[in-house]
């Protein structure tokens, strides 16, 4: 079945630096790919999502493209901010479509000032 | 309320007590979603409502967990006779009509 793996974290960065966290995906045929985030006391909500391969999705600053030729769709941001202090979940459909995610264990993002 | 709620945010059960936890969905949502975390993975799903109607129910680990939104809106988690691996926070999302885009701040169970 699908699955997806992503970095085990803590990523911890100062301000302004740049942020790549990994992401890859097993699937049968190319489904849609999300990012998720979780700030401190809210609940996850959709960062940002790609339904075909080298879509780019885009929100807030961050970017992830669907690469099929290397079944990744890795989260990146150009220049963090201590507000980007979160947990990031990458997920895929599984059997059953968008209704029923299946979501990476979650990378813990830390920016410092 | 702007967002999903869900209550109790946390609860603390003697193992074999009977637990229900609630989700008020955003107004108006007509997909509502169960999902299970447990500590340090991401969530797993359990159930799916389409209004008042179970779609999915497939991710209920057993026959202890059931899940209702009888009138489309207000969702109940009930679990029966609670075990130790019960223990993980509890998510509930709504959509307007696709998949889980919002989710609740979840409720934590704890099982003694």
């Known amino acids: 079945g699908n699955s997806v793996t992503q970095m085990e974290g803590p990523v911890t960065l100062s301000e302004e630096a740049f942020l790549t966290i990994n992401c890859t995906y097993t699937?049968?045929?190319?489904?849609?790919l999300f990012w998720y985030v979780q700030y401190p006391g809210e609940g996850l909500q959709l960062l940002l999502k790609a339904t075909k391969a080298d879509d780019k999705g885009s929100n807030k600053g961050f970017e992830a493209t669907y690469r099929k030729e290397t079944t990744s769709f890795h989260l990146e941001k150009g220049s963090v901010q201590v507000s980007d202090s979160a947990v990031y979940f990458c997920a895929l459909p599984g059997y059953g479509g968008y209704n029923k995610l299946i979501f990476g264990a979650g990378t813990r993002l830390a920016v410092h000032p | 309320g702007a967002g999903v709620s869900q209550s109790p945010r946390y609860k603390v059960a003697k193992r074999g007590q009977d637990v229900a936890l609630r989700c008020d969905p955003i107004s108006g949502h007509v997909s509502l979603f169960w999902y299970q975390q447990a500590l340090g993975q991401g969530p797993e799903f359990l159930t799916y409502f389409q209004n008042e109607a179970q779609l999915d129910k497939s991710g209920l680990p057993s026959d202890r967990f059931f899940a209702e939104r009888p009138e489309g809106s207000v969702s109940t988690l009930k679990i029966q006779r609670t075990q130790q691996e019960d223990s993980a926070v509890y998510l509930c999302a709504s959509s307007y009509n696709e998949g889980p885009k919002f989710f609740g701040p979840g409720t934590r169970l704890t099982v003694l």
């Open positions: 699937a049968t045929g190319y489904p849609s």
